[in-house]
């Protein structure tokens, strides 16, 4: 049974400073891994994906991978009230799998 | 931006009808998924659908659920005889080739038994 943790919060964080978001997960056949941002009522909208070990970043966000220890973290830098939403992490084993999902960590930025 | 499309945004049905919820993925896409998400809970996988035929599905998906590509454009998702716990948020998603790219998901489709 595959699952992904994760923390529900709720995450908070001042405006302008990192929030860092994190997420085990129990199968190690997984492949690639995905951050999705869910605002209430909404769909889940990718933010990015990693499937190497280390350090991945687009613009202010970086996602980290650490495959030994089953661990994938989401930093956001300067962070903004419009960064507050649900924050959805998921993996998939390739092939035709879809996603397994954690919960969501729901992160409030204070402005 | 390409987008997938979900029709309706939302439906309403009583308990033992059946409902067809509606998907246009990307067009360039060749992997087609239904996913759901009861309200509260986390997002749920049902089915992916590959080559015209269904590639993977949970154990959500059972006899109630199918699946069907009719037209070449549309994918839909059919729930027959609806009971109360299939209320829920009904989400279309579409990937390309190379699925490591990550899934694009449809505005979805509200689902209410009553």
């Known amino acids: 049974q595959k699952e992904v943790e994760q923390n529900s919060g709720p995450l908070s964080v001042p405006e302008g400073a990192i929030a860092s978001l994190n997420c085990t997960y129990s199968?190690?056949?997984?492949?690639?891994f995905f951050w999705y941002r869910q605002y209430s009522g909404k769909s889940p909208e990718l933010i990015m994906f990693i499937y190497s070990n280390g350090d991945k970043e687009d613009g202010r966000f970086t996602a980290q991978l650490n495959k030994a220890s089953q661990y994938v973290s989401l930093l956001i830098r300067d962070s903004q009230p419009s960064d507050s939403a649900t924050y959805l992490c998921?993996?998939?084993?390739?092939?035709?799998?879809?996603?397994?999902f954690g919960k969501g960590t729901h992160l409030i930025i204070q402005p | 931006e390409p987008e997938v499309t979900q029709t309706p945004s939302h439906q309403v049905t009583q308990m033992g009808q059946e409902v067809i919820l509606r998907c246009v993925p990307i067009s360039n896409h060749l992997y087609f998924y239904w996913y759901r998400q009861i309200l509260g809970q986390k997002v749920e996988f049902l089915v992916s659908?590959?080559?015209?035929?269904?590639?993977?599905k949970s154990e959500i998906f059972d006899d109630q659920f199918s699946v069907e590509r009719p037209d070449g454009s549309n994918f839909t998702l059919k729930i027959r005889s609806t009971k109360l716990e299939d209320s829920a948020m009904y989400f279309c998603a579409s990937s390309p080739v190379d699925r490591g790219l990550g899934y694009t998901f449809g505005s979805g489709t509200r689902l209410t038994v009553v």
């Open positions: 659908f590959y080559n015209n035929e269904i590639s993977e």
């Open positions: 998921a993996q998939s084993g390739g092939g035709a799998d879809g996603l397994t």
């Open positions: 199968d190690r056949g997984s492949q690639s």
